[in-house]
């Protein structure tokens, strides 16, 4: 269950096809610059689909998340670009006294 409150997205159009931002997106190297994320993130890939979708864990401080990178190609040869960055959450167990609870799942 996710709480859309929780949810961030960011979205903008790139000056550059899909496949030159896939290739900034899925080389190391160049990943780590371009997101430039801390060094107690672990970053694992879950799904991909080439050139136009990527979606890793995002684990910080042992509470995980997931980072879905959207592309498409604009009509002007650019990319519109989404990210979704969105905190795993599970539901508490059935008897929890709680029914509202939802427990952070950690990595």
């Known amino acids: 269950m996710i709480d859309s409150r929780e949810e961030l997205t ?3 159009v790139l000056d550059a096809p899909p496949e030159k931002v896939w ?3 899925t080389i190391p190297e160049y990943r780590d610059r371009w997101l430039q994320q801390p060094d107690d993130v672990k970053l694992h890939l879950v799904a991909v689909n080439a050139n136009s979708l990527l ?3 995002w684990v910080e401080r042992d509470e995980e998340s997931l ?3 959207e ?6 040869g650019g990319t519109a670009f989404r990210l979704t960055h969105v905190p795993v959450r599970i539901p ?5 006294n709680d029914p509202g609870t939802t427990m952070v799942r950690a990595a």
Not at 71 to 76: I, N
């Open 10 to 12: 960011f979205e903008t």
């Open 23 to 25: 290739r900034a997106l």
């Open 55 to 57: 979606t890793f864990s």
């Open 67 to 69: 980072v879905t990178i």
């Open 71 to 76: 592309l498409h190609p604009t009509k002007d």
């Open 92 to 96: 508490a167990a059935a008897n929890s």
